[in-house]
């Protein structure tokens, strides 16, 4: 037993060492993309095609002044970003990677996903509150309003997987998935998932709650140092992690089929595809314009969540129909 | 036999931690951190669900309570106001001891949840005695289905409510 125990607690160190780096240089990444999208070069200065900005960024933001602001309420202020960071780092531990790397095999995987995830947005609402400041209240409140709107149909469009598997257990999902991918099926929830995904990772079109033109930097306003790098590492996660969500519900996980698996590892096949969704990511955010905020809710609530709920409604039907 | 025992001593930690944060809901002067206790409450009552064998119960518990009900009072505490007077009052140096508590009890919640799931041993202690989401559906669509419809015309006419004080007054108002 205390080996595994050991074994286990490795691969939670090794998984952690490895997923803050890689956000790190996602920093980078989207910098560049959005840089030759644009037609110009963004950061190429540091290192080899500038790939050590991020730890030339983070070398800065280790330098500076970590301000608590005297009129905030300092328990709720420091806590808000490591509560971001610490819900989508849990998340995390219920993806399964390959057939043999995954933290646990919880039977409630996707239920402790949604769970983390809406437990996430206390970081962003607290931070609001706690900053005792109005660009930093109506950040928070916006934020609030949102995520919870759009987890609802979240949690609504993954019920087709969980209606055509048969499972909550996301490693058993990928291995339903053996002689098909779910997207065959389930396009129009995977389309709900991405776009809820995108709003609970408050990233552009969807990043109201920061949106620098009105709010100046919305709940993160009188953040500085450490712990406004915290809720960047925190955004940065979350996009990883609904990337991965996404390979693992509709795109089949580390499976390919039957020519292609051979190529190359599961491993190597799961990050490609995780790759493919953080470039999406990237590119939404280039192209298209921001909102107002009673159309993103007016959005929510009068188009996704009927589809979400028709969705479920076809697949149900069609399972009992015997056709899926 | 001590790994089972091992099981009731998390239990009777996570209901005692259920208890204290409770306590700290209903003596904090500070509305905030009254519901961050409660947050800590619901999150401990989770975990003892998820001791208990039913780990649908614990999920559902995080993400309807904990993760939207919740979210909607801070949201409201938020709206009116509530709770920022007072931190303004309080003077700084008793910042300390104002954050030591929900700290301490999330902590040796999050230390518990990650024994659980990182112990293989004792989730299979868990797995013998199971309570899945079928059975919940079961029992919900059997024996409690007059419960079932009961409530949902609570919710019903919840939902008819809000809609009528939403509804714009005049013409003229909101797109």
Known sequence: ?????????????????????????????????????????????????????????LLKILGKED???????????????????????????????????????????????????????????????????????????RAAAQTVSYEVFMGLSVMGVVLLTGTFNLREIVLAQTDGWLIQSQFVGFSVFLIAGIAESHRLPFDLPEAETELTAGFHTEYSGLKFALFFLGEYLSVMLISAMSVVLFFGGWLMPSPLDTWLPPLVWFILKILFFVFFFILLRTSLPRPRFDQLLAFGWKVMLPIALLNLLVTAALRLGGVL | MSSLASIEGLFYLAATIAIVASLKVVTGKNTVHALLYLVISLLAVAVCFYLMGAPFAAGLEVIVYAGAILVLFVFAVMMFGLGIDETHNAPQSRGLSLWVGPVFLGLLLLIELIFVIGNSDLSLQLNNQIVDSKQVGMLLYGPYLLAVEISSFLLLAGLVAGYHYAKPESRGGRL
Not at chain 1, 30 to 50: A, K, L, T
Not at chain 1, 85 to 100: E, G, K, Q, R
Not at chain 1, 111 to 135: E, H, R
Request: with cysteine.
């Open chain 1, 1 to 57: 037993m205390m080996p595994e125990m050991i074994w286990k607690l490795l691969e939670i160190t090794i998984m952690i060492a490895l997923l803050i780096p890689i956000a790190a240089t996602l920093v980078w990444v989207e910098r560049r993309m959005i840089g030759i999208w644009q037609d110009r070069h963004g950061p190429n200065r540091v290192g080899p095609f500038g790939i050590l900005q991020s730890l030339a960024d």
């Open chain 1, 67 to 141: 301000w608590i602001p005297p009129f905030s309420d300092r328990l709720v202020f420091i806590l808000a970003p490591v509560i971001g960071a610490v819900c989508v780092l849990m998340s995390f531990a219920v993806i399964p990677f390959t057939p043999d790397i995954g933290v646990s095999d919880l039977n409630i995987g996707l239920l402790f996903f949604l769970a983390m995830a809406s437990l996430a947005v206390y970081s962003v609402v607290l931070a609001g509150w706690a900053s005792n400041s109005k660009y930093a209240l109506l950040g928070g409140m």
